[in-house]
T-cell receptor, first 115, second 114 residues
């Protein structure tokens, strides 16, 4: 069965600190997709990144970077030099190619960045 | 931009009432989904639909039903609302049934059942 675990419930950092959000997943499929979403206080989930199971290349987008490691079934998200606007709930999600394409979410990590 | 619109941002209903949560998307997506979000549990899939008049149960369908009479509209129905259905409800749509496509989400409806 597919499962996504975000063990960190809440993280609090001071502005300009780096922070890493952990995500561990379980799947039997060889083809799958991993996602990160951000949910600011407004409530709408905002898509951040997608990775497919055949592409383990890490990605950097501005202050955001993602580390995908199939060997440990992890897809971690790092924010460098955090800012107050990064405060949000972050969700990691998994979509198996064969399982009707359902998107399965982790429990979410609430990040608070203090000024 | 794809837009997913949920009709109500906040809703308060009484126990036993029949509740309708409406969701409309404007990009001709065939696939639509209803999730509920609770602290510590993340988002859990209630129902989804890949076509008009088609529906499939998600992981927690008990106490809910859905209606998809038109492609752009997907309604979640609480037949007899109970206090344990107090939650944030999120609607989403996607272009692809499988594959790399992500979902586009609405802003959510925070439902309180008293």
């Amino acid at each position: 069965a597919q499962k996504v675990t975000q063990a960190q419930t809440e993280i609090s950092v001071v502005e300009k600190e780096d922070v890493t959000l952990d995500c561990v997943y379980e799947t039997r499929d060889t083809t799958y997709y991993l996602f990160w979403y951000k949910q600011p206080p407004s409530g709408e989930l905002v898509f951040l990144i997608r990775r497919n199971s055949f592409d383990e290349q890490n990605e950097i987008s501005g202050r955001y970077s993602w580390n995908f490691q199939k060997s440990t079934s992890s897809f971690n998200f790092t924010i460098t030099a955090s800012q107050v606007v990064d405060s949000a709930v972050y969700f990691c999600a998994l979509r198996e190619y064969s399982n009707t394409g359902k998107l399965i979410f982790g429990q979410g990590t609430t990040l608070q960045v203090k000024p | 931009d794809v837009k997913v619109t949920q009709s109500s941002r906040y809703l308060v209903k009484r126990t036993g009432e029949k509740v309708f949560l409406e969701c409309v998307q404007d990009m001709d997506h065939e696939n639509m989904f209803w999730y509920r979000q609770d602290p510590g549990l993340g988002l859990r899939l209630i129902y989804f639909s890949y076509d008009v008049k088609m529906k499939e149960k998600g992981d927690i369908p008990e106490g809910y039903s859905v209606s998809r009479e038109k492609k752009e509209r997907f309604s979640l129905i609480l037949e007899s609302a109970s206090t344990n259905q107090t939650s944030m409800y999120l609607c989403a749509s996607s272009l692809e049934r499988t594959g790399a496509g992500g979902y586009t989400f609405g802003s959510g409806t925070r439902l309180t059942v008293v």
